[in-house]
């Protein structure tokens, strides 16, 4: 079974920093593009990062590009999400995702076939 399990989030002030991870279980973690998105109250779910199984990366350029560093550990099966300098418009219920997904789509929610259950990440002003 395909398990991806979020952890990380917690309440921050506004500038401050956290590492969200997300440890898969059940995959081939070295061949998977892996995602994290989230979702914030009253809003669709958005892209957020990306990082394909080659190692390239992918970010929403507009709200967290130089912020926000996706990286992987394929030894450790475990993705995650630097987030430096946080705002309080980061506050969202972040989701981990995984799927053989080519670089080019790494930004398409529809391009992966598994999810995390999210973990909440709250900014205070």
């Known amino acids: 079974q395909v398990q991806l399990v979020e952890s990380g989030g917690r309440l921050v002030q506004a500038g401050g920093s956290l590492r969200l991870s997300c440890a898969a279980s059940?995959?081939?973690?070295?061949?998977?593009?892996m995602g994290w998105f989230r979702q914030a109250p009253g809003k669709e779910r958005e892209f957020v990062a990306a990082?394909?199984?080659?190692?390239?990366?992918?970010y929403d350029a507009d709200s967290v590009k130089g912020r926000l560093t996706i990286s992987r550990d394929n030894a450790k099966n475990t993705v995650y999400l630097q987030m430096n300098s946080l705002k309080p418009d980061d506050t969202a219920v972040y989701y981990c995702?995984?799927?053989?997904?080519?670089?080019?789509?790494?930004?398409?929610?529809?391009?992966?076939?598994?999810w995390g259950q999210g973990t909440q990440v709250t900014v205070s002003s």
């Open positions: 990082i394909h199984w080659s190692g390239s990366t992918t």
């Open positions: 059940g995959v081939t973690f070295a061949s998977y593009g």
């Open positions: 995702a995984a799927g053989f997904v080519p670089q080019s789509k790494l930004g398409n929610a529809y391009e992966y076939a598994y």
